[in-house]
Nanobody
Framework: QVRLAESGGGLVQPGGSLRLSCAVS????????MGWFRQAPGKEREFVAS???????YYADSVKGRFTVSRDDGENTLYLQMNSMKPEGTAVYYC????????????????????WGQGTQVTVSS
């Protein structure tokens, strides 16, 4: 059974930083394609970033240059470092994984992923 558990959310001021963690059990993340998504109130879930098993990373234009996705294979944990945060970054953030090997463009679609965490709330406000 694959399980994902996000943590690290909270309240951060505009311009501040936050690091989210996604602890994975039941599957080695070094051989997994992983993604981060977020969903703001009243909006659809949107792609934030992804990391392929080979280490390649992809980002939404809205976060490129500010967010970094990384992983610790020993801890089997995926991270999302978020810098220069903006109020529009307020959302519930989810990590996800797929057992497949989709082409890179499909990693931006939530429907690609079979397993999801419960989400962690991030609020960007002064």
């Amino acid at each position: 059974q694959v399980r994902l558990a996000e943590s690290g959310g909270g309240l951060v001021q505009p311009g501040g930083s936050l690091r989210l963690s996604c602890a994975v059990s039941g599957r080695a993340i070094r051989s997994s394609n992983m993604g981060w998504f977020r969903q703001a109130p009243g909006k659809e879930r949107e792609f934030v970033a992804s990391r392929r098993s080979n280490g390649a990373t992809y980002y939404a234009d809205s976060v490129k240059g500010r967010f970094t996705v990384s992983r610790d294979d020993g801890e089997n944990t995926l991270y999302l470092q978020m810098n220069s945060m903006k109020p529009e970054g307020t959302a519930v953030y989810y990590c996800a994984t797929t057992v497949g090997s989709p082409i890179s463009s499909l990693l931006r679609l939530s429907s690609t992923y079979e397993y999801w965490g419960q989400g962690t709330q991030v609020t960007v406000s002064s």
